[in-house]
Structures are given as structure tokens and as C-alpha cells.
């Protein structure tokens, strides 16, 4: 998972010995020749933008490849309406630092028309964001999609090339995917057809934690420690919110924790945590032994094919 504790790694300075952070040089020059064989091979690529580490680790890749200002596709997020507060206002403040062109197309929308359709008020519209991102690609003719998933995230994640073919109906086809040798990449589409392009495929955790603090990229305040409500439920801290009540019999508590990863409201989980800063969650993320999706996402918990299924079904 983060498996980057080999004794080499770690350089002696005057006291105590640091982590060497040197690979990140060959991880941010492989990102930024795919973020620009993306701006050349293709006519209408965006770059999705959530404003979570990942992405934001990517945009500030994209600054470096493109200069600030000169991102030459739009960013899409795709938003549930159940977003922290504390992220989409970060993820709107950092697009209008780089004079980036923001899209956001909205679950509710595609509710209104009536394309979404819950089995209840309280389901997750977590799931349901394959729709409106499917109605975003065809309504801008995106035919490439700029992503930040990682492959230490999840298994289904593992099985994909940087350059993911999806077919006319926006399923992935985890049988039929294009060779990557030598990252030479097969950017050839049938009409209707498009790519997901995934240039931190080979990043992990700790490598987007050291980046973070290396570059020092700024994140929304709920990565780093701070007091909040939560209840104990199926081995998970689950946030106490008007969207999250606590459930009869179940004692909440104020703990301090933070976000490992961000989505959507009902289906994100904080883990306990005192890290103040970048540096303090490279230390922590160094002892981990769980995928940071498996110890704080409920959604990926109903089975272990659960993000597969939904891959092929047009997510993310």
C-alpha cells in the first residue's frame, strides 16, 4: 500500500533522519508528460476536479506543465450536493487562483430530469454521480477525462491502464484494455467513445502526502486534525451531521480526527488523528496497514467488488 519504508529511502540529515523525498522527481515528470500528451492527443479533454489531495495534487502538476493561467482544458467536478462545505469552497478558491475555467454539473439536476431516481430520501447519491457525469461528457463532448485516482486506492482501481478506454456507453471493460509499453499510450476512439486518464496511477499515499509537503500545496482544513462529532458504527468513525444522525442507542463523542480522503457527506468517514500538518501525516501514513478507501469509505464496504461493479457502470 505504501510500502516505500526501505531503509534507502530514508536520507540521514543532521538529526533526525527524513524520509528522502527524490522519487517524487520521476513521479511529477511521468504526471506532467501525461497531462500534456493529453492536452496533444486530444480535442475536448477536461481535468476532474473535486477538490480533494489527489486532484489538487494533480492541478498543481498541470500548473507546473502548463504555467497558471494556461491550463488548456476546463476542470469538471461532478457534485453530489452531500459535499464538506470545507472542500468545495477550497476547490472554487483554488480555480479562480489559476484562472482555471470551473464546470460542475450536479446530481440534483439530473433528479430534476428525472435520469436519477432514489430508492429513498436517504440514499447515498454517491453511486448515482455515473449519471451525471455520463450527461456532462455528452453534453460537452468530453473525449477525454483527467482523473486522480491511484492504483493503491482499491483493487479495481490496480487493473487499470493510465489511459482507460471506455465504449460508447461509458463502461469500462476491464477484459479489453490497450497495452501501455514503454508509456506509449494507444489514444485511438471510435465515435461516441472517450478516455479516463489517470497520471498518479503509480503514486501511493505517502507519495501524495511527501508531495504535498515538498510543494507545499494547500488543502480544505479537513485533512488535518480537528475536534468533531462522531459515532462508532461497523468499526468505522462516522460523522455526526444533519445527514448522518446518530442512530438510536449510539453515543456520540467529540474525537480528534481527520479526512484520509473526501467524498461524499454519507458515505465518508474521518479517522482519529492528532497530524497538524503534511508532515505529521506522512509520518502517520508510514504505520497504516489499510487502503485509506477501505478504512474510511462505507460505500466500498457492501462487498469487494462493489467499485468495479460501479467502474463499469460509468464511475469514475
Not at 278 to 291: K, M, R, W
Request: proline share 5%.
Amino acid at each position: 500500500m505504501n510500502a516505500r519504508t526501505d531503509t534507502e529511502l530514508l536520507q540521514p540529515m543532521h538529526s533526525p533522519a527524513r524520509l528522502s523525498n527524490t522519487h517524487l522527481d520521476a513521479l511529477e515528470e511521468e504526471t506532467i508528460f501525461i497531462l500534456r500528451e493529453v492536452a496533444a492527443a486530444f480535442e475536448r479533454p477536461t481535468l476532474l476536479f473535486s477538490g480533494g489531495k489527489d486532484s489538487l495534487v494533480l492541478l498543481k502538476c498541470a500548473e507546473k506543465a502548463f504555467g497558471a493561467g494556461r491550463i488548456p482544458y476546463p476542470l469538471l467536478m461532478i457534485d453530489t450536493g452531500h459535499n464538506f462545505p470545507e472542500v468545495t469552497d477550497y476547490r472554487d478558491q483554488r480555480a479562480k487562483e489559476l484562472g482555471a475555467e470551473l464546470i460542475v454539473r450536479s446530481v440534483e439536476d439530473s433528479m430534476a430530469r428525472g435520469t436519477v431516481r432514489l430508492a429513498h430520501p436517504g440514499e447515498s447519491r454517491n453511486a448515482h454521480q455515473s449519471v451525471t457525469l455520463l450527461e456532462a461528457i455528452e453534453e460537452f463532448r468530453f473525449d477525454a477525462l483527467i482523473g486522480g485516482a491511484r492504483r493503491d486506492e482499491e483493487k479495481a482501481r490496480a487493473k487499470e491502464r493510465i489511459f482507460s478506454h471506455r465504449d460508447s456507453f461509458g463502461q469500462w471493460q476491464p477484459k479489453d484494455q490497450r497495452p501501455e509499453l514503454w508509456t506509449l499510450f494507444n489514444t485511438r476512439l471510435a465515435p461516441g467513445e472517450h478516455f479516463r486518464v489517470f497520471p498518479i496511477s503509480n503514486w501511493t499515499e505517502l507519495d501524495v502526502w511527501q508531495y504535498i509537503e515538498r510543494e507545499h500545496v494547500g488543502l480544505p482544513s479537513i485533512y488535518y486534525t480537528h475536534k468533531r462529532e462522531v459515532v462508532e458504527r461497523r468499526g468505522l468513525l462516522v460523522p455526526v451531521t444533519g445527514l448522518t444522525p446518530a442512530r438510536d442507542g449510539e453515543q456520540i463523542q467529540v474525537r480528534d480526527v481527520r479526512f484520509r480522503t473526501v467524498g461524499d457527506i454519507t458515505t465518508t468517514c474521518p479517522v482519529e488523528s492528532l497530524a497538524a500538518d503534511a508532515g505529521d501525516v506522512v509520518i502517520e501514513t508510514l504505520s497504516v496497514d489499510v487502503s485509506e478507501r477501505g478504512a474510511t469509505r462505507m460505500d466500498d464496504m457492501t462487498s469487494e467488488a462493489s467499485m468495479e461493479k460501479r467502474k463499469k457502470d460509468g464511475y469514475f
